[in-house]
């Protein structure tokens, strides 16, 4: 079992940046792929960023690559979304999840936990 934690989400300018995280719980985080998606109202969610157990695997959705990185720290048992420049497009709820596989997917059927989600809200 893996209990994920979102945090760092709030309102910022157009333009500006800011940094979620995801904490997690259990002893196997190392073992997981982890993934960052997101849930605009009225909207399905989508993929934002996924990546593989050691890091060196790394998926980006079209519309936040150069944008947003994605990185884990599994000493801390944390991942985190680096988001930069941002978008009012880009104001959602913001999920982590968790998928027992070797190389992450933007399927988010194929995760096997989440997270309960932290709101960002972009202003003009």
């Known amino acids: 079992q893996v209990q994920l934690a979102e945090s760092g989400g709030g309102l910022v300018q157009a333009g500006g940046s800011l940094r979620l995280s995801c904490a997690a719980s259990g002893r196997t985080f190392s073992h997981y792929a982890m993934g960052w998606f997101r849930q605009a109202p009225g909207k399905e969610r989508e993929f934002v960023a996924a990546i593989n157990w050691i890091g060196g695997y790394i998926l980006y959705a079209y519309s936040v690559k150069g944008r947003f990185t994605i990185s884990r720290d599994n000493a801390k048992n944390t991942v985190y979304l680096q988001m930069a420049s941002l978008k009012r497009e880009d104001t959602a709820v913001y999920y982590c999840?968790?998928?027992?596989?070797?190389?992450?997917?933007?399927?988010?059927?194929?995760?096997?936990?989440w997270g309960q989600g932290t709101q960002v809200t972009v202003s003009s």
């Open positions: 999840a968790a998928a027992l596989l070797d190389l992450p997917v933007r399927d988010s059927t194929r995760y096997d936990y």
